[in-house]
Protein backbone atom coordinates (compact mmCIF):
# COMPACT_ATOMS: atom_id res chain seq x y z
CA UNK A 1 0.00 0.00 0.00
CA UNK A 2 2.85 2.42 0.17
CA UNK A 3 2.91 2.65 -3.79
CA UNK A 4 -0.26 4.46 -3.64
CA UNK A 5 -0.76 8.04 -2.95
CA UNK A 6 -3.00 9.48 -0.49
CA UNK A 7 -6.39 9.32 -2.29
CA UNK A 8 -5.55 6.30 -3.79
CA UNK A 9 -5.68 4.71 -0.66
CA UNK A 10 -8.60 6.90 0.37
CA UNK A 11 -10.72 5.79 -2.90
CA UNK A 12 -9.96 1.87 -1.60
CA UNK A 13 -11.83 3.38 1.37
CA UNK A 14 -15.53 1.91 2.14
CA UNK A 15 -17.81 5.03 1.83
CA UNK A 16 -18.26 5.66 5.42
CA UNK A 17 -14.15 5.73 6.25
CA UNK A 18 -14.00 7.87 2.84
CA UNK A 19 -17.13 10.42 4.82
CA UNK A 20 -14.56 10.28 8.05
CA UNK A 21 -11.57 11.36 5.76
CA UNK A 22 -13.46 14.00 4.85
CA UNK A 23 -14.69 15.38 8.04
CA UNK A 24 -11.21 15.43 9.48
CA UNK A 25 -10.16 17.39 6.85
CA UNK A 26 -12.81 20.04 6.89
CA UNK A 27 -11.93 20.46 10.35
CA UNK A 28 -8.38 21.09 10.04
CA UNK A 29 -9.00 23.31 7.42
CA UNK A 30 -11.19 25.11 9.51
CA UNK A 31 -9.61 25.03 12.56
CA UNK A 32 -5.95 25.76 11.47
CA UNK A 33 -5.01 26.43 8.47
CA UNK A 34 -7.76 29.21 7.95
CA UNK A 35 -6.11 30.76 10.76
CA UNK A 36 -3.74 33.75 9.30
CA UNK A 37 -0.04 33.04 10.70
CA UNK A 38 1.90 36.14 11.68
CA UNK A 39 4.91 36.76 9.35
CA UNK A 40 7.74 37.37 10.34
CA UNK A 41 8.12 41.57 10.25
CA UNK A 42 4.40 41.28 12.39
CA UNK A 43 4.37 42.42 16.10
CA UNK A 44 1.46 41.02 18.57
CA UNK A 45 -0.90 44.02 19.33
CA UNK A 46 -1.06 44.70 23.13
CA UNK A 47 -4.84 44.92 24.02
CA UNK A 48 -5.91 41.70 21.84
CA UNK A 49 -7.23 40.32 25.08
CA UNK A 50 -9.36 43.31 26.04
CA UNK A 51 -12.52 42.49 27.50
CA UNK A 52 -11.84 38.83 27.21
CA UNK A 53 -10.29 38.29 30.77
CA UNK A 54 -11.34 39.12 34.27
CA UNK A 55 -10.24 39.41 37.15
CA UNK A 56 -11.90 39.80 41.09
CA UNK A 57 -10.90 43.28 42.53
CA UNK A 58 -10.18 41.44 45.65
CA UNK A 59 -7.55 39.41 44.31
CA UNK A 60 -4.61 40.77 45.88
CA UNK A 61 -7.07 40.63 49.47
CA UNK A 62 -5.38 38.09 51.84
CA UNK A 63 -7.17 34.41 51.59
CA UNK A 64 -8.77 33.90 55.18
CA UNK A 65 -7.54 29.97 54.54
CA UNK A 66 -4.12 31.57 55.68
CA UNK A 67 -4.56 34.63 58.28
CA UNK A 68 -3.37 32.07 60.90
CA UNK A 69 0.17 32.48 58.90
CA UNK A 70 0.39 36.22 58.36
Known amino acids: MSDLTFLDTVKLMPPDYQQEVKHFIEFVWEKKLQRKPLMPNEK ?8 KMWMSPDFDEPLEDFKDYM
Open 44 to 51: KLFGTFKG
